[in-house]
């Protein structure tokens, strides 16, 4: 049985929530590996819209399992919520969801602790959603931070927040910032939130390998994209956490060797939020209209991203550094107005022309891509749920960034709704899937 990972081919946003929530009914669980509350996923259901933040999209299909692994940090007021949100829509949310112990936890405290690391003098401001996010991985590398499993041992608990806390009143002091921080009252109400979620939270690496040992298949949902890794992103405007395929055995102890393939999802054009170097982007008209007919603005924090073309040497990078078996392309249908379509192939860097991905931001800002322009169809594709059907500009378009970035594309999105998809008849996505 095949255990499969999908996650983002670019800068995020690429519409993994649709994917995931569209596969989701072929396999038993659905596991989030990385990440926290900054990553929203957006998944329609008719008129019904659902943002999900924490919580895998595979918790909207009923009877399958919902967990989230080690390598995600949590916020324990977030994820209450959104666990409210979903039981109020009708969802079996305490029957379908499972929580590692081994995850770590984001206080308040680590917002302030952010805040600050953005604003500090000399300091690249990366444009991150301030919640804590990185400042909790940080407390994570260097043995400080605090687990699930550590808040139903009271004793052991207080000893922990109360060293943590210690070290964050002092730097706040260092820095002189006087943000008013009841760190008693975070200290209580993080107890009374333990409560609620312990029926909830077990070994969830024993969970998943017990099921695969039982032949249930696992889809491992990936938060962020690619570019947004910490170690093969465009470091330092990157995520704090591993948002490639390898994170998938980090983020939940099942090992590469029980995970079947790797499907990328990718926009039809490119998009990216907050700073760093993006190439392609377009900041004119064509841009304005990419952002207005694709909707893009964030899920979770509402900021306008950032458009651009479609980008050749960044896919085959993404493709390398995860193994992509197949791709989703998301989003044809935006493209349905244009009638020239330019595509990154290349890109020209102190005078020569190359397709590789520079190791730094500097080098990275400092590229000319390099375009071909296709023609567009000027026809719509929305809700076409069959490649043959699609017009055959479109299938040009997909077939020209197939062949280029050397991986299939086995999929292909033209809506939000889960029947407006495309599935290619004999694909490896369709064999993954079987």
Not at 50 to 70: E, M, Q
Request: proline share 5%.
């Amino acid at each position: 049985m095949s255990n499969v990972i999908v996650l983002g081919a670019q800068w995020g946003d690429e519409g993994k929530g649709k994917v995931v929530d569209l596969l989701a009914e072929r396999f038993d669980i659905v596991a989030r590996y990385q990440g926290g509350h900054n990553a929203g996923h957006t998944v329609f259901i008719g008129d019904r819209k659902f943002v999900l933040k924490l919580i895998p999209s595979g918790v909207l299909r009923p009877g399958v399992t919902a967990v989230i692994g080690n390598g995600v940090v949590i916020d324990l007021a977030a994820l209450l919520q959104e666990m409210d949100a979903l039981k109020a829509a009708g969802f079996d949310v305490t029957g379908q969801l499972r929580i590692s112990n081994r995850a770590h936890v984001i206080f308040p405290f680590h917002r302030l602790v952010e805040k600050m690391s953005e604003a500090r003098e000399n300091r690249i401001p990366i444009g991150t959603t301030q919640r804590g996010i990185g400042p909790c991985y940080e407390d994570k590398t260097g043995r400080r931070g605090i687990r699930v499993a550590d808040l139903f041992d009271p004793e052991a608990f207080r000893a922990l927040y109360d060293t943590l806390a210690e070290d964050k009143r002092t730097l706040a002091e260092t820095f002189k910032l006087h943000e008013p921080i009841d760190y008693a009252q975070i200290r209580h109400q993080t107890e009374q939130y333990a409560a609620q979620i312990r029926p909830l939270v077990c070994d969830t690496a024993k969970l998943l390998n017990g099921a695969i040992a039982q032949g249930k298949r696992v889809l491992f949902e990936g938060a962020q994209g690619t570019m947004l890794d910490v170690d093969h992103g465009t470091y330092p405007f990157v995520t704090s956490s591993s948002a490639t395929a390898g994170g998938a055995s980090t983020g939940t102890g099942v090992p590469p060797t029980k995970i079947s393939g790797v499907i990328g999802v990718s926009k039809a054009y490119i998009t990216r939020v907050g700073s760093g170097p993006f190439p392609t982007e377009s900041d004119g008209a064509a841009g304005d209209l990419l952002r207005r007919e694709g909707n893009e603005f964030g899920a979770v924090t509402g900021r306008p991203r950032r458009c651009g073309w479609f980008d050749v040497p960044l896919l085959g990078y993404t493709a390398m550094v995860n193994g992509f078996d197949t791709l989703m392309i998301t989003k044809l249908d935006v493209l349905d107005q244009l009638e020239e379509i330019p595509v990154c192939v290349r890109y020209r860097l102190s005078g020569a022309e190359t397709c590789e991905m520079p190791a730094t931001y500097r080098a990275l800002e400092a590229v000319e891509p390099v375009y071909e322009t296709l023609p567009g169809w000027r026809c719509s594709t929305r809700g076409i749920d069959r490649f043959e059907k699609l017009p055959d500009r479109a299938k040009a378009y997909l077939r020209f960034l197939e062949e280029r970035t050397g991986v299939e594309i086995g999929g292909v999105s033209t809506g939000p709704e889960r029947n407006e998809t495309i599935i290619r008849s004999g694909s490896r996505m369709e064999r993954l899937l079987a």
